[in-house]
């Protein structure tokens, strides 16, 4: 055990100029973290749930797995859905904020709330790109392409 901690202020010693460099002490302390980690697992060799649990008893972080797998089918936000809904013929009728969202679930399967919706349809229409009225229906607000 003594051997390993020799060790350890050693290779500490050897990355302490790099460490310092961060002004941040939170930085400083998440990289010898990170660090530690490592040798951690490199001393532990392949040991029998060395790659599911860290030296803290934690699962690994897998946002790199999530992201590889997700990356294909990225969802588009709510600007690019309403700008691609511009170029096509979907605003030559008027449509309410909530049926937009609707529209959007179930052609883009993006999820998006009204309140998502609402700030970039006013964008929208004070760029004169849509038209708002109200509706003699219901007194809410559609929107129409110009």
Sequence with gaps: ????????????????????????????????????????????????????FNKRGRRPSRENEVTELTQGRKKLGATKVLNQLLSSDYFKTPHSISSIADYCKEKFDSDFKTSELSGILLKLAKENRLKRERSNENNRFEYVGV
């Design 1 to 52: 055990m003594n051997r390993q901690i020799e060790k350890l202020k050693k290779q500490l010693t050897e990355i302490a100029e790099v460490v310092n460099s961060f002004q941040s002490e939170a930085v400083q302390v998440r990289v010898v973290d990170r660090l530690l980690d490592e040798i951690m697992e490199t001393e532990k060799g392949d040991t029998e749930g060395a790659d599911i």
